[in-house]
């Protein structure tokens, strides 16, 4: 019995890592968003910048910090345009960083700040 219950305690602990780690990773895209964008796409992406921070786990601002830093050198200068419009490719440039593998390994490496931090880094 003990056994199954520990199991599942483990099981919880790493879907809430998983979860936490999502949150963070979405609240660098709308960080991204909101830095490249413009009018209501800036003020949606402010907005839901704000609501994965109230969501979040993380018990310290140095996790969102370290996103802002990645995201703030990653940003391509200059941001690449559309062909066939020529406009700025924000969306592209901000999913395409919320997915690389470096900014996902920044994200696993937060880890360190969520609360009762007991099981292995995956």
């Not at 599942?8 to 936490?20: C, F, G, K, P, V």
């Not at 062909?83 to 924000?90: F, I, L, M, N, S």
């Not at 919320?98 to 995956?122: A, C, S």
Request: charged residues 20%; contains cysteine; glycine residues 6%.
């Amino acid at each position: 019995m003990f056994s199954l219950l520990m199991g599942l305690s483990i099981s919880s602990s790493w879907a809430d890592i998983r979860e936490s780690r999502s949150q963070l990773a979405a609240y660098g895209t709308a960080y991204c968003m909101s830095r490249l964008g413009a009018g209501p796409i800036k003020v949606e992406a402010d907005m839901a910048m704000n609501g994965y921070f109230q969501l979040s786990s993380y018990e310290s601002e140095d996790a969102y910090r370290a996103v802002r830093r990645h995201i703030d050198q990653a940003v391509p200068n200059p941001i690449p345009v559309y062909q066939t419009t020529g406009k700025a490719a924000v969306l592209m440039v901000c999913l395409g960083l919320g997915q690389h593998p470096d900014f996902l390994k920044l994200v696993r490496q937060q880890d360190r700040h969520l609360p009762n931090r007991t099981t292995k880094r995956r």
